[in-house]
């Protein structure tokens, strides 16, 4: 199993050296957008779409059997292996020329997670996690991460990408009702806010409405690091939905309790 993640870790830079090439060419450029969606805004770009076809196209090429998830396209298979695509995470910040947005790169096998990478182009940030390695990747040096040493929601930062991109309503008032428990609450990041948890910036990261392709690469990188990434019912993040990273099991356990409280029955 070593030699064969180290060669899926090989190929994994690969594919976001690729991915990297085609972002930077369009990010910051004049270029056509279309929603995805007939109700609210979901962004897709040239940029998406051609990064999406060329690493689905290398993957085809070096491993025909394995099956892909991808944001914009998927080719399923009856494979132990599975890749999780996301070209452009954070597509409205692409467009609006925020430099926080990534591509994130994961392998399973058997349904289990086994490599993780987000790759944030803009910044000259990559990070990594596979078997109980974590770092990142800055100008071309290479730091080991580790996660805040911080047990306490009230010595918190907070982080989530938007209160309006969760789910519905209970959850947003759900957040809010964490935000008020922490010291400080901050919006935008997309995946890159996952990568400072996991490099000791900030503490907790919640979410819900994802999709598999937006979390599956950032669970070996927090894991690896020390961290929590699971979902608001203490379940594994596999298939996306409400998300919560943090430092560790009790600042998770409390989150839980905030995020998951009924609202008493009024009479």
Not at 75 to 83: F, I, M
Not at 149 to 159: A, F, G, R, T, V
């Amino acid at each position: 199993m070593k030699k064969d993640i180290r060669k899926f870790l090989n190929f994994s830079i690969i594919l976001a050296d690729e991915a990297r090439l085609i972002s930077l060419k369009y990010f910051k450029k004049k270029i056509g957008i279309k929603n995805k969606k007939k109700k609210g805004f979901d962004p897709v770009t040239v940029a998406d779409i051609k990064i999406q076809k060329k690493l689905n196209h290398l993957i085809l090429k070096y491993y025909p059997d394995h099956s892909i998830i991808g944001e914009e396209e998927t080719l399923s298979k009856n494979s132990v292996y599975e890749w999780c695509i996301d070209p452009i995470d954070g597509t409205k910040s692409f467009i609006q020329g925020m430099p926080l947005w990534g591509t994130l790169i994961s392998l399973s096998e058997n349904d289990n997670i086994i490599l993780g990478l987000a790759d944030i182009p803009a910044l000259d940030e990559r990070y990594i996690g596979y078997e109980k390695k974590a770092y990142k990747i800055v100008n071309g040096k290479k730091t080991n991460l580790k996660i805040k040493d911080n047990k306490n929601i009230s010595e918190s930062i907070l982080n989530t990408t938007s209160p309006y991109l969760f789910a519905n309503k209970s959850d947003q008032s759900s957040f809010e009702r964490l935000s008020k428990r922490v010291k400080l609450t901050r919006l935008g990041g997309d995946c890159y806010s996952y990568c400072l948890l996991a490099d000791g910036h900030i503490d907790i990261v919640v979410e819900s409405g994802l999709n598999s392709w937006d979390i599956r690469a950032l669970e070996p990188i927090i894991i690896n690091a020390g961290g929590v990434l699971k979902t608001w019912d203490n379940e594994k993040i596999s298939n996306g939905g409400r998300i919560i990273a943090c430092t560790n099991n009790k600042v998770f356990n409390e989150c839980r309790t905030i995020l998951n409280k009924k609202k008493p029955i009024q009479e």
